[in-house]
């Protein structure tokens, strides 16, 4: 989850001054072809899966105006459980307690 926000905070692989920890809507419009990517091969989450450029709105959950990591984070898992996956099951390990 934190490798694909990464890429996508700044525009670029690994870690340079446009990064800032937080994802504008213009750095997701920009890599959004790149996220598409990713979930078919290497980053297969649920969320990804059905993400659109609108989908922006959704996952700035506070309505910031930029996606944070725990946004991203959040985001990512919830659909997971949802679709009740492998990694969605573990994922909501300890959420009945």
Known sequence: M???FALLD???E???VEDDDR???DEWQDGFAWVKKAGQTWAPFA???SATIETFDQIDADGG???LLK???AWLAAAEKAAR???GKVLAVGDDE
């Open 65 to 67: 105006g930029f996606i």
């Open 10 to 12: 700044g525009g670029s």
């Open 47 to 49: 969320a990804i899966q």
């Open 23 to 25: 994802i504008s809507r």
């Open 2 to 4: 934190p490798q694909l």
């Open 85 to 87: 996956t492998g990694d």
């Open 71 to 73: 946004e991203w984070c």
């Open 14 to 16: 690994g870690i340079t």
